[in-house]
């Protein structure tokens, strides 16, 4: 065996490996059943930990959304709507008073005149542009982990924060999305499935079943407030400008524009949902970059960790 064979392998490694593997099977079958989700997500760290020096560090450098990943996926085994009681007709009126559209003597939410205005061509569009909600993020990382490790670590860790600061609120004020109250009116129903919504359109157009997939492993359809659809994109906007991608930074935009108003024209979220995701978006940019970054303990960790993955 070569030398770097042999380090891969060492004793201290397959023994971490099989730790931390062996603790998030067992955790996610108590907490939320057993899924193939789960094997394939280990199979993966366990395949990119000892495949290479390389791959062990981007696997390391990518825990971070893992973390993440795990974390949203256990949400199914605590219910906010067990926390606190879920908005529906509040949001819903509150909408209307705010975004509300006058026709013929009714005032509608903008989900309302899409859903009755709306349009092939803006079928696929928004489509296409909600697909890019966790494939643009993890890219944009992956281009960072080898061009700049420092500016990888901010925008994971900030990537994390969103989400952190969005679960906090999702407990907080459970709420319900605009097909909810289509569907259901007002009236709570608990374990309610996920539903894809008018994205159901795009499936049909292409006689394909990605958004039908992909919903039915929603983690809490009472989590539409605030939209973390919206918040992603422009903390990969953020991150661009701050390591100068130049033209990206205009694809980059376009694609947050997009997410925004395909959120709201899937009857996905409310205006206001996309107005907390991007507020929820800001606070945690400001709250790393004016703040956690300077905590003395934090540059340490940073440090530890830059040496970790370079």
């Not at 703040?291 to 040496?307: E, Q, S």
Request: net charge positive; glycine share 4%; with cysteine.
């Amino acid at each position: 065996m070569s030398k770097n064979a042999a380090s891969l392998f060492a004793p201290k490694n397959i023994v971490a490996a099989a730790v931390v593997t062996i603790f998030y099977l067992l955790t996610s079958f108590f907490l939320i059943g057993f899924k193939t989700d789960q094997l394939v997500l280990a199979g993966i760290f366990n395949l990119l930990y000892f495949s290479s020096g390389i791959t062990r560090k981007f696997i390391l450098g990518f825990s971070i959304f893992i973390v993440y990943w795990i974390l949203f996926d256990y949400m199914k085994a605590f219910p906010n709507y067990k926390v606190n009681a879920v908005h529906i007709q509040d949001l819903y009126e509150t909408e209307k008073k705010l975004f509300g559209i006058h026709i013929q003597g009714t005032t509608i939410t903008p989900n309302e005149y899409w859903k009755i205005n709306n349009a092939t061509w803006l079928d696929i569009l928004t489509g296409f542009f909600y697909l890019c909600w966790i494939p643009v993020p993890l890219a944009f990382a992956a281009w960072l982990f080898f061009k700049d490790k420092s500016i990888f670590l901010q925008f994971s860790l900030t990537f994390v924060l969103v989400n952190m600061l969005g679960f906090i609120v999702y407990y907080i004020y459970p709420a319900a999305p605009p097909w909810y109250i289509q569907l259901h009116g007002n009236e709570f129903i608990a374990h309610t499935p996920s539903n894809p919504a008018a994205l159901t359109r795009f499936d049909d157009f292409f006689n394909t079943n990605i958004f039908k997939n992909l919903y039915s492993k929603g983690s809490n359809v009472f989590a539409a407030m605030p939209s973390l659809h919206s918040a992603y994109p422009l903390v990969v906007l953020y991150y661009g400008i701050k390591k100068r991608t130049g033209w990206m930074n205009i694809v980059f935009a376009i694609i947050m524009a997009g997410i925004w108003f395909a959120a709201v024209y899937t009857s996905h979220h409310y205006v206001l949902d996309v107005l907390a995701g991007i507020a929820c978006a800001i606070l945690a940019i400001l709250l790393f970059q004016k703040w956690i970054m300077h905590i003395p303990g934090f540059k340490k960790f940073i440090a530890y960790y830059n040496a970790t993955i370079s």
